[in-house]
């Protein structure tokens, strides 16, 4: 097996078990998931007059977020057994944009770095899934029509 095709298989695992994990906490209605979107709500209602953003029903709840957030590993891992480049492609670039706006959340909300006391964790999980989406972007970005 390749070096190359080592680092994918560990990097979308990562990119999967993050997103895949997460899953259950934001179907069931965990207090952390709870607590992360009301705070957000309550910032974008009194930031931006948009409440219910973040709120069940919201178009950036949490089962949406989460809905996204399983298509992305879904792409990503079909892309990786299937060896379809494209499909990793599609699951990299949907895993950094919906990773992103966790990031610029945690940096620029109310919500912050540490949420109720888990150190950053979720955070730096985030940041390592950005990373993990990156590299799997760039590495498959022949997969582009007219790239070669």
Known sequence: MSKTRTIEIVLTAFVAF????SLFF????????????GTLDAWAAS??????LFNPGGIFSA??????????SILLLIG????RAILQLAGAVMGLGIISGAIVFHL???LGIE???DGGTLFFMAVGVWISCAILAFLKKSALPGRS
Do not use: C, R, W, Y
Not at 18 to 21: L, R
Not at 47 to 52: I, L, R, T, V, Y
Not at 63 to 70: D, N
Not at 80 to 83: A, E, I, N, R, S
């Open 47 to 52: 930031a931006f007059g948009f409440e219910g």
């Open 18 to 21: 993050v997103f895949i994990q």
């Open 115 to 117: 949420v109720q006391g």
């Open 26 to 37: 934001k179907f069931a209605g965990a207090p952390e998931t709870v607590h992360i979107f």
């Open 80 to 83: 990786l057994f299937m060896k």
């Open 108 to 110: 620029f909300t109310p």
């Open 63 to 72: 089962k949406v977020i989460g809905s996204a957030e399983l298509v992305a």
